[in-house]
Structure formats: structure tokens, C-alpha cells
């Protein structure tokens, strides 16, 4: 046996003991049958053996980058990352079939969400305007804790985003679309208003969120925590999350690195989880993450250009979209 022979041998065994330590099922106990094919499908099939194509919607409802990739490389890719950012605005359609025929043609379907709330929580009529960074020019300086009190305004406001948002994802689950779920992202970074309480405040936030969707009837929910690689005082436990995610944008970013430090000092901690890279600069290449042993459950640039900077040009899509071991939709 030669020494590559060798080599991949003994890399496709390690990862079939990995899978053996993935979570069994889902985090939520009422999860659809569909979300409940897709994680087994996740963590079977995928998950060690090969790495799912993704991209991002341009901070809304939409597939523009994906139609963009699919001229640059002849296919499109396979987990398109929407963002509920503006889905109470009336400029936009969140009930539109988009998702539906995204899924209907192969694809899979995330959802992000960017939260805007209040910059001043005391403002009934919120004349401030909303906002969801906290270190801007005009923070938003609202409690995630309290918003995840009941009898708060900060809560009768959350609660009736989650309202609208729920009414979104219930229509998606009737229409049989199983969704990989990032909400309250990059918490640990300190930029956005989820971490203004620090972790205790965050968990508390994310259990209230967790919580409230299951008791709306939302179960077609994969649930993804984003780690910021070292910060385990803000995982909000096994029983609560499903994929752990890292937003990667090294310095090195024109040279489709596989992030391998990140990947192997997130399976330490969380052996139990699938990894994934849903924000990233340059794309990992697929020749680079089976080189280093990490291979994300999926990859995906950030839109508003991303996904064509930072050497994804159309060579590379052609070359990345094309590998027998990427997946496509």
C-alpha cells in the first residue's frame, strides 16, 4: 500500500469515528420527519466525506449570488443562506415561493437573522430608529435579558418580531422545507446587541428564542450556535444547538485556506457536533480541507461581493463546483 493509499485510508477511518460521536438526532424532540431526514442525511452521509457548496442571499430574500456563481461555474450551490433582516419591511415578500423553489429544485435552505431592534428599548415609539450593532456610531444599547423577561417592553417588542418570524417559518415547515437555522450570530465578538448581557445574558436570550418557536409549533429547525472558537461560557449546550459554526475571515484570505486551526480546535470541544464555515472570504478549496483533516459541513462567502474577492473568481468556481466531493443543488 502506497503512503497517500495510506494516508487516506486512515483519514476517511478517523472521520467514520467521528460521525459515530455526532448527536444521534436533532436537539428538538418534536422535529418534523423532514428535519429529521435531513440531519440523519447531514451526519451520515455528508458529514466526514464530503462538503456542501453554500452561499449567502444579499441580506434579505433572495438567490442573486447563487445565480451569479452559477454563471461563473456552471452550477449552482447547494445551501443558499437567506437572512430575515428586513422581513417586516414592506418592500420585500418573505411569504414569496423563493425558499419553496429553492427547495422544490434540490436545494437547501438557511436562514440567518440580523435583529433589529430599538436603539433606545425606552422608546415605546422607537423614533430613534433600530439598529443591531453595539459599538456604531448610534448603538443599540438593548438588553438581551430583558428581552427574554416577560413584562418587559424589550420583551413585547422581541416577542412580536419572533411572532412574524415564526409565522415565516411555519409557512416554510407546511410547505415541507427543513431549515439550518443561524440566529444571534458572532454573540461572543461583542458587536451585535445579543451580547450586550454577556454570555449569561445571551443563553438566556437564546433558550427564551429556542423555547418560544418550539412552543409556536415551529419543528423544522436545525439549530446553529456560531463560536467565536474561544468562547465556551457563551455555548448554550448540547441540548439546545445541533452545528456548531465559525464566520472565518483570516488574513491570509486569498488563498482558499482550510481554516484548519479553527476546525480542529472546535472538534476538541465539541466532539459532538458538525462543523461548519458559513461566513468566510476566500473559499476553503476542497484539495486544502482534505489535506488538513477539516472538512467543514459547509462553506460560504459573505455576500455584497464576497463571493467574487479574495481569489473566488470563476476559475476557481468552475474548478471548486466541479469536484466530485463538493456538493451542488
Known amino acids: 500500500m502506497t503512503t497517500r493509499i495510506f494516508i487516506l485510508h486512515l483519514f476517511f477511518f478517523t472521520f467514520s469515528l467521528a460521525v459515530a460521536q455526532i448527536d444521534e438526532r436533532p436537539v428538538d424532540p418534536w422535529a418534523n420527519e423532514a428535519t429529521k431526514s435531513l440531519y440523519a442525511h447531514l451526519r451520515n452521509d455528508v458529514w466526514g466525506h ?11 430574500y433572495n438567490t442573486n449570488d447563487a445565480e451569479k456563481i452559477y454563471q461563473a461555474g456552471g452550477k449552482y450551490p447547494l445551501v443558499n443562506i437567506f437572512d430575515f433582516q428586513h422581513f417586516d419591511q414592506s418592500w420585500i415578500n418573505y411569504r414569496s ?15 440567518m437573522w440580523h435583529i433589529h431592534m430599538p436603539l433606545n428599548a425606552l422608546d415605546e415609539h422607537q423614533s430613534d430608529g433600530e439598529g443591531f450593532y453595539s459599538g456604531a456610531d448610534t448603538p443599540c444599547r438593548i438588553s438581551p435579558r430583558n428581552c427574554a423577561t416577560e413584562g418587559t417592553l424589550e420583551n413585547r417588542i422581541f416577542t412580536k418580531k419572533l411572532d412574524g418570524v415564526a409565522s415565516l ?3 416554510y415547515q407546511e410547505q415541507g422545507i427543513p431549515i439550518l437555522f443561524r440566529p444571534l450570530h458572532e454573540a461572543s465578538g461583542g458587536w451585535f446587541w445579543w ?3 454577556g454570555a449569561e445574558g445571551f443563553k438566556q436570550l437564546w433558550y427564551y428564542m429556542f423555547n418560544y ?10 439549530w446553529i450556535w456560531t463560536s467565536e472558537v474561544n468562547d465556551p461560557t457563551w455555548y448554550p449546550g448540547d441540548r439546545y444547538v445541533d ?3 465559525r464566520d472565518g475571515y483570516p488574513k491570509d484570505n486569498n488563498t482558499h485556506i482550510s ?27 476542497w484539495e486544502n480541507m482534505q489535506r488538513d483533516g477539516a472538512l467543514w459541513l459547509y462553506v ?8 467574487f474577492s479574495n481569489g473566488n473568481d470563476s476559475a476557481f468556481w468552475t474548478s471548486f463546483l466541479n469536484n466530485e466531493h463538493i456538493l451542488t443543488r
Open 213 to 222: 418557536l418550539a412552543d409556536k409549533g415551529v419543528h423544522n429547525l436545525l
Open 300 to 307: 460560504a462567502p459573505w455576500c455584497g461581493g464576497g463571493a
Open 169 to 171: 417559518l411555519l409557512l
Open 50 to 60: 464530503y462538503v456542501m457548496s453554500g452561499c449567502q442571499a444579499e441580506w434579505n
Open 195 to 197: 451580547a450586550n448581557d
Open 259 to 285: 481554516q484548519a486551526a479553527d476546525f480542529h480546535a472546535l472538534r476538541k470541544a465539541y466532539p459532538n457536533k458538525m462543523l461548519c464555515l458559513p461566513e468566510c472570504n476566500s473559499v476553503p478549496s
Open 97 to 111: 415561493d423563493v425558499a419553496h423553489s429553492w427547495h422544490m429544485a434540490g436545494g437547501l435552505v438557511s436562514f
Open 243 to 245: 452545528i456548531i459554526a
